[in-house]
């Protein structure tokens, strides 16, 4: 159960998500052959993967900062 808590909070499993979503939509707006699917899964899950990654730890980073500098004012 641990594992699945751990899983579920993790931004790589999110973004390999989202990820999918993106393909899967862009799979059923159009009629791509499979070969053109295998591609942009490639390409979108390898440039979405970082950049999500990257934004959801700045963003994490950002927070925790703030929240540092909250407490230390009281």
């Known amino acids: 159960m641990e594992k699945l808590k751990q899983t579920l909070a993790s931004r790589k499993f999110w973004a390999s998500v989202v990820g999918l979503l993106v393909v899967g939509g862009f799979w059923q707006a159009t009629d791509v ?27 994490e980073d ?10 230390e004012e009281e």
Request: no cysteine; net charge positive; glycine share 8%.
């Open 33 to 59: 052959q499979q070969s053109e699917l295998v591609n942009a899964i490639t390409v979108v899950m390898g440039a979405l993967i970082p950049v999500f990654y990257a934004i959801s730890v700045a963003l």
């Open 62 to 71: 950002g927070l925790r900062g703030k929240t540092r500098e909250s407490s």
